[in-house]
């Protein structure tokens, strides 16, 4: 089981990022895959996510407006459009994959820094 998280840089506020997690080793259709952040000093948050088989998101409420969750199923990849990035966006980010049977993944982290 993988998740490889990618597409992390930085860039000037305002400016737009677009996150990748790439899965392989289940089935992706069963998962709801979650994007989470991490800030220095801070606890681990939910960001978004999508439940895979149906296409329903759900935004935290402050991306809500600024962040697109979308998945590519063919390619068992799951997107994070991020635009109107703020400074307080700055963190590490992961991607998680979760499903009712209690299976539970983590990917590495990707690091978005917002400057000022």
């Known amino acids: 089981v993988q998740l490889q998280a990618s597409g992390g840089g930085l860039v000037q506020a305002g400016g737009s990022l677009r996150l990748s997690c790439a899965a392989s080793?289940?089935?992706?259709?069963?998962?709801?895959i979650g994007w989470f952040r991490q800030a220095p000093g801070k606890e681990r948050e939910g960001v978004a996510c999508?439940?895979?088989?149906?296409?329903?998101?759900d935004y935290a409420g402050f991306v809500k407006g600024r962040f697109t969750i979308s998945s590519d199923n063919a390619k068992n990849t799951v997107f994070l459009q991020m635009n109107s990035l703020k400074p307080e966006d700055t963190a590490v980010y992961y991607c998680?994959?979760?499903?009712?049977?209690?299976?539970?993944?983590w990917g590495q982290g990707t690091q978005v820094t917002v400057s000022s």
């Open positions: 998680n994959a979760a499903n009712w049977r209690g299976h539970d993944y």
């Open positions: 080793g289940f089935t992706f259709d069963d998962y709801v």
């Open positions: 999508i439940s895979v088989n149906n296409g329903h998101t």
